[in-house]
């Protein structure tokens, strides 16, 4: 029992020992959370001074809510900011190389429909060749099927 209260009153043999955050009155919630929005601090920054933990799971955006502070106030420092431009140049150049890319794909789309169509032409022109050499020259030019190889 006497360590609990040395911890409320954060003295134990004349060194100052952080309160766990359960101990904390909304006045020095208040002053905690104001601490963090003037100084820029990251939350755990702040946590770990004023309780000692590495860690403070919420606890700090918790008491913001409760005590009725923006939630659009930010709490962390936007450590990516800079990266925005490059993020964009990248989505950028990503979509003129698809766009590329689908251009080249689109040429290879109407090259082999233009070699598909030669070769249906080569095929009728084959066809009909056969068809009259059949007739002028009265001979069997194609193969028929369904017969029987000859036996020599």
Known sequence: ???????????????IVRKPSKYFSDSEKHLIIQEMLKTG??????????????EEHGQLLRWMRKLGY????????????????KMKK?????????????????????????????????????STMVDIAEKEFNIPIRKKYNTKPSKK
Request: charged share 40%; glycine share 2%.
């Open 70 to 85: 923006d939630d659009s106030i930010p709490t962390r420092r936007p450590n990516f900011v800079a990266n925005i431009p």
């Open 1 to 15: 029992m006497k360590e609990k209260s040395k911890l409320i009153s954060g003295l134990t043999d004349n060194k």
């Open 41 to 54: 601090c990251t939350k755990v920054e702040i946590w770990e001074k004023y309780t000692g933990q590495q």
């Open 90 to 126: 990248k989505e950028t150049s990503e979509k003129l190389s698809d766009s590329f890319e689908n251009l080249q794909l689109k040429k290879r789309v109407e090259e082999l429909e233009k070699q598909l169509k030669d070769a249906e032409m080569k095929a009728i022109a084959y």
